[in-house]
């Protein structure tokens, strides 16, 4: 089977770091990619990870352990636009479809 | 156009009607996926294409599902005889390459299908 969990809901406050996690259990293994969604609108795309170890995008941070089935993702100087749903999705194999968590969705409160 | 579009943004449908749903990729992109959305959840595949072919169609929920891309770039997405559990966002995604190690998906907007 094939599992990718993430918290439901979490809420941070204005210009301060929080880390959104997910595991997973998949089938094969060929990335993991996190998405950023506003209510109403299309996911986009923000980092991916195909390796161990950290990739740091701006305010936006990824981290992998494949041997852990583990990644998070790091927001930091929290603004009130990031306020939406973050979701994990898995990639099994080659260009084959992906495998998405339910998302957290992220409250950035003043 | 720079991203992908989709359209109609929102669909209302009475219970037993057809609808068809369009999604034009980039330009350029070889695959296409279409995923289904429901409140709350993150999106769950349904059907992929490579170029013209259909590689993988095990999402579709039912035979009311229908997926097409005759010429590989538009794609329409058909549900016959729709249902009130078919309401949910349809989701449109569409990458470069075919198997590129850091081949990213792009989303369009979705359509958001209610059926009553």
């Known amino acids: 089977g094939q599992n990718i969990d993430q918290p439901t809901e979490m809420t941070a406050t204005e210009g301060a770091i929080v880390q959104i996690n997910c595991t997973y259990q998949t089938s094969g293994f060929n990335g993991l990619f996190w998405y950023q969604q506003h209510a109403g609108e299309a996911p986009t795309f923000l980092s991916y990870?195909?390796?161990?170890g950290l990739e740091e995008k701006g305010r936006f941070s990824s981290f992998l352990s494949r041997s852990k089935g583990y990644s998070y993702l790091l927001l930091k100087e929290l603004q009130m636009k990031d306020s939406a749903s973050y979701l994990c999705a898995v990639r099994n194999s080659g260009n084959t479809p992906l495998v998405f968590g339910k998302g957290t969705r992220l409250s950035v409160i003043a | 156009g720079a991203g992908v579009s989709q359209s109609p943004r929102y669909k209302v449908a009475k219970r037993g009607q057809d609808v068809a749903l369009r999604c034009d990729p980039i330009?350029?992109?070889?695959?296409l996926f279409w995923y289904q959305q429901a409140l709350g959840q993150g999106p769950e595949f349904l059907t992929y294409?490579?170029?013209?072919?259909?590689?993988?169609k095990s999402g579709l929920p039912s035979d009311r599902f229908f997926a097409e891309r005759p010429e590989g770039s538009v794609s329409t997405l058909k549900i016959q005889r729709t249902q009130q559990e078919d309401s949910a966002v349809y989701l449109c995604?569409?990458?470069?390459?075919?198997?590129?190690?850091?081949?990213?998906?792009?989303f369009g907007p979705g359509t958001r299908l209610t059926v009553l």
């Open positions: 990870n195909v390796l161990d």
């Open positions: 294409f490579q170029n013209e072919a259909q590689l993988d």
């Open positions: 995604a569409s990458s470069a390459l075919a198997g590129g190690p850091a081949d990213t998906q792009y």
């Open positions: 330009s350029g992109h070889v695959s």
